[in-house]
């Protein structure tokens, strides 16, 4: 469904974020990219969303080549209260999107309640983002990508400001909408945690400029549960394993480096 | 101590006149006289034409600056420059221009307040969150929505700023282009009571005057919670 190669980009001649990531996301996979900070998941992401045309490399979603933000794919990002509209409700911030796709009114008001059911919001679409903990604003911009129906849902570091008891909460909500909207989800993450509990499979970056250093698939029975899961055996290996990887790096072979 | 000065009126004297001066017309024109009718109703009249204009021009000028690159580029410079010339400075010349008709006074008003709207306006489109902008992106907002769902809203709370400011401005230059060959306005009836020594007469004025902008202000400020109700909650909640 998603198809990553070669992917390089450079803000300026000597300010290389991404060297060369190639990796691929099949249709309902849930992805995690994890990496030191800094390494350009951010940037990769925001290629993978089309608000960034990558300097080298090409994107395919859905057999297309980005250029531009493609359709069919929402974004959560991390900083939910600058993404959430405060001067609308918090149904008004999940309907917006939809009023400029064809989806009649009544199609819309359904999508509206069933995603912010689907979150947990049911009784709260008159409030005001700014009315909301920081969770239930992250839960709000979560109903607002699942009432757009997405085929690809990209998280930004979804769970990185919020409290650690809301983030399993989550964590565990992002694992039941890709079942129950049947889509896929690719997340940046700078948990490993939350990588393995989440994915399918996790892509482990390099520092900057960032390659793909591994690929770790995480074939942990499903459904999983925040403390069953986190304290088996095949867990806890996955977690050594990647955090291995990002701790110490290995370095980069320059010699492949585009110039 | 209470020295009867002829300078400085008491304040019942002041009441007693304005309401002799204003309030004592026939029933049939709610007791309004013809005073009110000449200058206090041209006066506003302008005021609020002038004050009106610089909105109009300023949010769209601002709006096409603050998204535009190129247009700020052009048009930057010059409004600087502009920007520069004290709004009274150029009553001779809005005097040939334009006469000395109401014409002249509302475009004085207009360009002396046009200032504080524009360059807020600009201001908050600029400072509009780029996370804002990237999610109106992402879920497929068009050009059109993304300027009046996202941008605009996102920037009124500047704009409205802006236009407080520059309602105080209109006051002043409402008052300052009456003093000039005028024949009607407030401004007009204070300086005529000062020539003829009706000082309790000029006071009434400048009291009036107190009040109009007093007023102005405040229906402004009830204006601006109720269309910014949600600025003041957000940012209560931030700060709390």
Not at chain 1, 125 to 146: C, E, H, K, T
Request: positive net charge.
């Amino acid at each position: 469904m998603l198809v990553v190669q070669g992917l390089h980009h450079a803000y300026a001649p000597a300010q290389v974020a991404i060297r060369d990531l190639s990796f691929e996301v099949s249709a309902g996979e849930i992805v995690s990219i994890v990496g030191p900070s800094g390494c350009g998941k951010t940037t990769l992401l925001k290629a993978l969303a089309g608000l960034l045309a990558p300097t080298g490399g090409m994107i395919r979603f859905q057999g297309q080549v980005v250029r531009g933000v493609p359709e069919g794919l929402a974004m959560v990002f991390q900083e939910y209260s600058r993404s959430l509209l405060p001067w609308t409700t918090v149904s008004a911030n999940v309907e917006l999107p939809l009023r400029y796709q064809p989806v009649d009114s009544i199609e819309r008001t359904n999508r509206v309640s069933e995603s912010l059911q689907a979150v947990g919001l049911s009784g709260f679409g008159d409030r005001y983002p700014w009315q909301l903990s920081g969770g239930m604003q992250q839960r709000v911009a979560i109903a607002r990508a699942l009432a757009y129906h997405p085929k690809l849902l990209l998280m930004d570091e979804p769970f990185a400001s919020v409290d650690a008891q809301t983030r399993a909460d989550l964590e565990d909500l992002a694992a039941a909408v890709r079942d129950q909207f049947d889509i896929t989800i690719v997340l940046v993450t700078h948990d490993i945690d939350e990588a393995v509990y989440l994915s399918d499979r996790v892509v482990v970056l390099s520092g900057a400029p960032s390659i793909v250093l591994a690929q770790i698939p995480v074939d942990l029975p499903r459904p999983r549960d925040q403390i069953a899961t986190k304290a088996c055996e095949q867990f806890v290996a996955k977690r050594s394993e990647v955090a291995r990887l990002i701790r110490r790096p290995p370095a980069p072979k320059v010699a492949n480096a585009p110039i | 101590m209470r020295a009867a000065s002829i300078f400085f009126p008491t304040p019942f004297d002041i009441f007693t006149r304005s309401a002799e001066l204003w309030l004592s017309g026939p029933p049939s024109r709610l007791f309004l006289t013809d005073t009110v009718f000449r200058d206090i109703l041209p006066s506003m009249l302008r005021l609020l034409s002038g004050w009106c204009a610089a909105v109009l021009v300023g949010v769209p000028l601002g709006i096409l600056i603050g998204r535009s690159r190129y247009s700020s580029d052009i048009l930057d410079p010059p409004l600087q420059f502009l920007r520069a010339i004290p709004g009274p400075a150029l009553i001779p010349v809005f005097i040939i221009l334009l006469g000395t008709e109401s014409t002249m006074r509302i475009v004085l008003i207009a360009f002396g307040s046009l200032w504080p709207i524009l360059l807020n306006t600009i201001e908050g489109i600029r400072t509009v969150d780029p996370v804002q902008l990237d999610t109106a992106r992402v879920f497929g907002l068009p050009r059109p929505a993304r300027l009046w769902r996202i941008i605009l809203p996102a920037a009124m709370p500047k704009i409205f700023a802006g236009m407080r400011v520059s309602l105080a401005l209109a006051v002043i230059l409402m008052v300052v282009s009456e003093l000039v060959a005028s024949t009607s306005g407030i401004g007009y009836r204070i300086q005529n009571a000062q020539i003829m020594f009706l000082l309790t007469d000029m006071w009434c004025g400048i009291v009036l005057l107190a009040l109009l902008g007093y007023t102005l202000n405040w229906l402004f400020l009830k204006l601006e919670d109720r269309a910014l109700n949600w600025h003041r909650g957000a940012r209560g909640r931030a700060t709390r």
